[in-house]
């Protein structure tokens, strides 16, 4: 693993396309993910964007922006001004091309930092976005935040299952985030789970029954429809819609999206979002 320390000139970056949906602004506290080699990497999307990799391999390289609470408190003024005269909000999604909360962040507390930033300086609307269960080392901080803006603790948990065949594991056990969504919640915060990218669940009743006791909403992400790209063309020029299908034909296709959110809607009664919508916070039918 190379990793690299850097000093940025900016660390919120304006969204578009599929994120503009969402949110106003993104914020990337490191550069590269320490998951790339495992379960989450190998469909991750910023695997194919060449301002984020630089032609590296995915999962072999992390670059730490080490002042991006600085950053941060410097652009907050103007970027907000901005994005309440263009958006009526000024939303932050962090993070939506890497782990905020990756190993390195246990000894760097970066992302720790910029949230603290936000206590002082802080956005209308917050979306934390993780795959792993150190999204619960911030409780304290996330506290401070609820009353000052819309915060969203959003956790991935993409199945039932650890590993499909013929891929790495998943970096974050799903016991481990379940006992991270339980602790998040049992603290009062509200948690979403996002199955995203949703892949072939053993047991969805099962499934759904023990996220319903840990968290207060679900969204439902499939790579078609929902990777940023036409038809899920990018998550297709990788090993997972294959593996995928190795364990269950029908996860490939959109069908297999709708009949779990059936399912999910039974213990989520109006609190299931799919793609797009549901991480903008509208949990239409």
């Known amino acids: 693993m190379n990793i690299t320390q850097a000093q940025i000139g900016r660390i919120l970056t304006r969204t578009c396309g599929y994120l503009g949906t969402v949110c106003s602004h ?35 390289f992390v670059e730490s922006r080490d002042n991006a609470a600085e950053a941060y408190a410097r652009e907050y003024a103007s970027e907000r001004r901005w ?29 720790q930092r910029v949230l603290e930033a936000m206590v002082e ?14 999204i619960a080392d911030c409780v304290d901080v996330y506290a401070q935040l609820t009353g000052r803006c819309e915060l969203r603790l959003q956790l991935s948990i993409e199945s039932d299952r650890d590993e499909l065949p013929g891929l790495p594991r998943s970096a974050s056990t799903v016991e481990k985030r379940l006992a991270a969504a339980a602790a998040m919640k ?14 072939p669940i053993d047991n969805p009743e099962r499934f759904f029954s023990r996220l319903s006791e840990v968290a207060d909403a679900v969204i439902i ?14 998550t297709k020029r990788t090993p997972l819609p ?44």
């Open 121 to 134: 300086r802080p956005p209308d609307v917050l979306i934390v976005q993780s795959h792993s269960h150190h």
């Open 221 to 234: 992400d499939h790579y078609i429809d929902g990777d940023g790209s036409c038809n899920g063309s990018r």
């Open 242 to 285: 294959q593996a995928m299908a190795a364990v269950d034909p029908a996860s490939v296709t959109l069908e297999y999206r709708q009949r779990i959110a059936q399912i999910a809607r039974q213990h989520f009664p109006g609190r299931v979002g799919i793609n797009a919508w549901g991480f903008a916070g509208d949990f239409r039918e």
């Open 186 to 199: 049992s603290a009062g915060l509200r948690v979403t789970i996002t199955v995203a990218p949703l892949l």
């Open 26 to 60: 993104s914020l990337q506290p490191y550069r590269g993910c320490a998951y790339g080699n495992s379960l989450c990497g190998v469909g991750c999307y910023a695997q194919h964007i060449w301002w984020v990799t630089h032609g590296e391999p995915w999962g072999s």
């Open 83 to 111: 994005a309440q005269a263009k958006f009526g909000k000024f939303g932050i999604f962090l993070s939506s091309s890497t782990e905020p909360f990756q190993p390195l962040e246990q000894k760097l507390h970066i992302t």
